[in-house]
């Protein structure tokens, strides 16, 4: 049976953005509101029934100022309060939402609880905000439950009317307010009248295991996007910044590269000092399949690692999670040839 359990117990936690700003009543300023006081501001919320409780950053952040140590301070919460709630709702500034979302999935190992991120782009105080119904709607999925199970056992964002799998979203508005799009993985659930739930797309744990929070993560990570007429200095200074471990290459289409024997030389280079490259596209949809060109074989020749379909957010988080774990060169490579969490597809 597939319902809301009653007496669900939800935890939001505030991290920022504009989702928990209302409008000084003196000054018509926008500023954090108390999420203490919460149902002071969405009265909605009592009809709901559930026992609803609220963290919030102090002070609040706007994502853009988010990171691994936000990161790990959100995971730090959901596992202290893990046996106590049966699902939680993250909100938090869209800037950087993909990417917080795609590190949770790392770093809550054997998640079996709803953990929703979602936010808004006008604020929950003012007259026509998005804020309201976002976050109803994502307490209502992390209450959602079947057969005494949670029905979205997994970190994902809502935003609008669509659920997406976290690892798989990508901020792609900066002003619509269907914000996010997961292009290379269906919608786990939409939310019109009723909120429908494709189960065949929801992850679900193999075993059940204890949460295993990681909080881990290693900085010395860059992008490197290639575009035409890109210069051997400019690669060059990406690749030699000290400390460096992995690289997440954009390339174009299919996962090719300009062939110029200088950048393969570069690559070459960058690979055989331990760096990892992994290639992801530009493209907004579609993967990396480096065997198709010419020049995507290129850069296989000198090392460079597919990621498939990742987003380049995830790749960013995975790579930060996986040398967050110490891992070698090898080993690294090991696991983004994997799917850890549902973040690519491997045909
Ligand atoms: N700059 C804000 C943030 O990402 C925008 C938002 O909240 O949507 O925190």
Redesign the pocket.
Same mark, same amino acid.
């Given at each position: 049976m597939s319902g809301y359990k009653s007496d669900a117990s939800i935890l939001i936690i505030y991290t +920022? +953005?504009?989702?928990g700003m209302i409008e000084n009543p003196i000054t018509g300023a926008l500023e954090a509101f108390n999420f203490q006081h919460l149902e002071e501001h969405v009265p909605e919320l009592k009809k709901l029934g559930y026992a609803v409780s609220a963290i919030q950053f102090n002070p609040p952040m706007? $994502? $853009?100022d988010m990171g691994p140590d936000s990161w790990e301070k959100i995971v730090r919460v959901i596992a202290d309060n893990y046996h106590v709630y049966d699902g939680f709702v993250v909100l938090h +500034? !869209?800037? !950087?939402m993909a990417f917080t979302a795609s590190a949770l999935s790392f770093m809550l190992e054997n998640l079996s609880k709803p953990v929703i991120l979602t +936010? $808004?782009?006008l604020p929950i105080g003012m007259l026509r905000t998005d804020g309201k119904e976002n976050l109803i709607t994502a307490i209502e999925i992390a209450a959602a439950q079947e057969n005494g199970l949670p029905l979205v056992p997994e970190v994902c964002i809502f935003f609008e009317n669509d659920l997406m799998r976290g690892n798989r979203t990508s901020k792609s508005s900066a002003d619509n307010f269907n914000a996010f799009r997961s292009y290379n993985y269906p919608t786990l659930a939409h939310a019109g009248i009723t909120i429908k739930y494709d189960l065949s797309q929801i992850y679900r744990p193999l075993s059940r295991k204890p949460l295993k929070p990681h909080y881990l993560l290693d900085r010395n990570v860059a992008i490197l996007k290639i575009f035409p007429g890109i210069s051997p200095q400019v690669v060059e200074s990406i690749l030699n910044t000290p400390n460096l471990k992995g690289v997440v290459m954009e390339t174009f289409g299919s996962g090719n590269a300009p062939s110029f024997d200088w950048l393969m030389d570069l690559l070459r280079d960058a690979v055989n000092r331990g760096i990892v490259i992994m290639n992801v596209t530009q493209c907004i949809a579609g993967g990396v399949e480096m065997h198709r060109y010419e020049t995507g074989r290129k850069l296989l020749d000198v090392g460079v690692v597919s990621g498939y379909d990742s987003t380049t957010e995830c790749a960013v988080a995975k790579m930060m999670f996986l040398f967050g774990q110490g891992m070698s060169q090898k080993e690294v490579k090991e696991h983004l040839n994997c799917s850890l969490i549902g973040e690519i597809t491997i045909s």
């Open positions: +920022g +953005g504009t989702i706007d $994502s $853009s +500034g !869209t800037d !950087t +936010g $808004s782009q």
